[in-house]
């Protein structure tokens, strides 16, 4: 018998999945509750849904909650050092160019630093640090439609700068 991880064999093949999954909800693991609070919600916006002990639910628009931020295993710690493995950022879609120029005008007026931002072509994103150093991408999908294409008319993805200047013009429009 082989085990699952023998290279010399490849996994099974199974259909894809289904195209309405989505992912619903991350878990965070914080040092300090009320730091990731301050952030997530005094920061982002985001709203408190609920608390339990050495945890804090968030959401936005009602959802029961999409960032869950718990101290469990990790009050007081310290984040994982470089070359471990672990989650590389979590990803925030703002429905609009706008709704993502009102979250680099947060992140501004908070000095919160940026690590980085892209057009990706298919998006714009901003990407930065949480206070417990995890990695957080702000980002707006561009209509399907204006997505760029592949002469095949495979998706031609690409990272080029984003023009801060022009995005936080947005918030005039």
């Known amino acids: 018998m082989t085990s699952a991880t023998d290279a010399t064999t490849a996994p099974p093949r199974f259909p894809t999945i289904d195209a309405g999954a989505r ?3 991350v878990h965070l693991k914080v040092a300090d509750l009320q730091r990731a609070l301050d952030f ?7 709203t408190l849904t609920t608390t339990y002990p ?12 999409h960032l869950g931020l718990n101290t469990w295993e990790s009050k007081g710690g310290s984040p ?3 070359g471990t493995t672990g989650l590389f950022h979590t990803a925030i879609l703002y429905p609009t160019r706008k709704a ?8 501004i ?3 919160i630093p940026l690590d980085g931002a892209s057009d990706h072509g298919v998006s714009e994103a901003l990407y930065l640090r949480d206070p417990d150093e995890n990695g957080v991408e702000l980002y707006w999908d561009r209509p399907e439609a204006q997505w760029p294409k592949k002469p095949d008319g495979s998706l031609h993805m ?3 700068p984003l023009d801060l200047h022009d995005l936080l013009k947005e918030q005039e429009r």
């Open 23 to 25: 992912i619903g909800h």
């Open 158 to 160: 690409f990272t080029r």
């Open 100 to 107: 993502l120029a009102d979250a680099l005008s947060r992140l």
């Open 109 to 111: 007026a908070a000095k």
């Open 54 to 65: 050495g945890a804090a639910f968030i959401s936005a628009g009602g959802y029961h909650h």
């Open 80 to 82: 994982p050092p470089p």
């Open 40 to 46: 997530y919600c005094g920061v982002l916006g985001f």
